[in-house]
C-alpha cells in the first residue's frame, strides 16, 4: 500500500488526540468507532506510551504521539521516546496537528509549539493547524475566537502564523437520543478535519538542523521543561551518530514494528484488520501462540492469519496437533 499523506498528531495527554485519529481513520463518528485502532483512555495506564502510526482506506497516514506532560516517565522512557521523536520527524509529514483543548489557554499550547519548532524549525508552522477539542461551542470560528482572546497578542499572533485552526468536540452519551444530537456535532468535527487533511500540501516537511548537536540539544531541552528530568544528550546525540538517516520514500514507509522495533516498508510488513501494520515475521511468530493484535487485543480473522504465517510455522503447528 503507498501511503499518500502522512499526519502527525501532538499535545497533551486526555486532549482526545487518539478518539480523533479513530474518527478520521475509520471516517465514522458512531461511538464503537471512536476507540480504535487507536487505544483511548484517559489515565496514565490508558495513555498512548509510544508513536504509533495507522492507516486507512485512503491510504493516508496518522502517527498518535505521547503526551511529555507525563509524569510517569523515566528517564529511560523518555530518552526512547526521544529516539521515536526524531526517527519519526526524519521521515516527513504533510501536515502537523496540534490538539490543545478549547478554553483558557494553558501553558501546555507554548511548550508544545517550542517543540514542534526545536523539531522542525521555524518555518513550520505554516505547516501546521491548531485543533481545539473539547469546543461544545457549535458556531465557534476563528473571527469568534479572537475577539474572544484580543487582548492576548500571543495568541492572535499564533493564530495568524499556523495554516489552520479547526473547532469541535468528539462527546457521547449513553442515552440514545441525546447521542444522536452529538452524533451530529462530532460528524461536522470530521468533515472539518477531512476537508483540512485532503487539502494539506503534497510535500513531506521534515527537519533539516544545520549542526545536528545543536538540533538535539534545543530538543531534549524543550523536554526537560515538560518533565522535570534531565535528560542525557550525549546519550541522543551517540545515537544519531550511530545510525544512517536516509531520506526513505514516504510513501512505502510504515514506521516501526511494535513488536520488534525496526522500521517497516510496504515489502516487509502486512495490515491486521484493525488497521495496524507489523513484519510479515513478527506478526507471524506472534500470532502462533496469540489469537489478538499486539497493539489492541483485537481478534483478527483467522483465514487472514493463516495467509500471513509462514509455511514452516503452519506445518510445525500440524505436527503438534
Known amino acids: 500500500m503507498d501511503v499518500k499523506k502522512r499526519f502527525l498528531f501532538l499535545g497533551p495527554t486526555g486532549v482526545g488526540k487518539s478518539s480523533l485519529i479513530n474518527v478520521v481513520c475509520n471516517d465514522d463518528v458512531r461511538k464503537e468507532s471512536m476507540n480504535q485502532p487507536a487505544t483511548v483512555g484517559s489515565t496514565t495506564s490508558g495513555v498512548t506510551r509510544s508513536f504509533t502510526t495507522y492507516y486507512d482506506s485512503n491510504k493516508y497516514a496518522y502517527t498518535d504521539s505521547i503526551g511529555f ?17 526524531i526517527d519519526n520527524a526524519v521521515i516527513g509529514y504533510n501536515k502537523i496537528y496540534l490538539c490543545v483543548q478549547y478554553g483558557r489557554i494553558s501553558i501546555d499550547i507554548w511548550r508544545y509549539l517550542d517543540l514542534i519548532i526545536s523539531v522542525f524549525g521555524d518555518s513550520v508552522l505554516k505547516w501546521c493547524t491548531i485543533i481545539f477539542t473539547h469546543c461544545n461551542e457549535e458556531n465557534m470560528n476563528v473571527e469568534m ?30 442515552n440514545e437520543q441525546v447521542d444522536f444530537l452529538l452524533k451530529n456535532i462530532r460528524k461536522r468535527f470530521l468533515d472539518n478535519v477531512k476537508t483540512d487533511a485532503i487539502h ?25 521543561r515538560f ?22 520514500d514516504a510513501q512505502h514507509f510504515y514506521g516501526e514494528c511494535s513488536i520488534c522495533h525496526e522500521d517497516m516498508y510496504y515489502t516487509n510488513s502486512v495490515f491486521t484488520t484493525c488497521k495496524h501494520v507489523f513484519h510479515k515475521q513478527c506478526i507471524a511468530e506472534w500470532f502462533y501462540k496469540r489469537h489478538t493484535c499486539p497493539i489492541c487485543t483485537e481478534p483478527c480473522g ?4 493463516l495467509n500471513w504465517l509462514p ?11
Not at 311 to 321: A, C, V
Request: net charge negative.
Open 69 to 85: 506532560g507525563e509524569t510517569s516517565f523515566t528517564t529511560d522512557e523518555i530518552i526512547t521516546l526521544i529516539k521515536q521523536l
Open 145 to 174: 475566537f479572537l475577539n474572544i482572546n484580543k487582548n492576548d497578542e500571543k495568541i492572535i499572533k499564533l493564530l495568524d502564523k499556523v495554516q489552520n485552526v479547526i473547532f469541535g468536540d468528539l462527546q457521547s452519551h449513553s
Open 200 to 224: 494539506s500540501s503534497d510535500f513531506y516537511f521534515f527537519p533539516e538542523p544545520n549542526d545536528q548537536s545543536s538540533w538535539l540539544s534545543s530538543i531534549c531541552n524543550v523536554i526537560e
Open 227 to 248: 518533565t522535570q528530568i534531565t535528560i542525557p544528550v550525549d546519550e541522543i546525540v551517540a545515537y544519531m551518530k550511530s545510525i544512517t538517516i536516509i531520506k526513505v
Open 302 to 305: 483467522l483465514q487472514q492469519l
Open 311 to 321: 509455511s514452516q510455522l503452519l506445518l510445525k503447528r500440524s505436527q503438534e496437533k
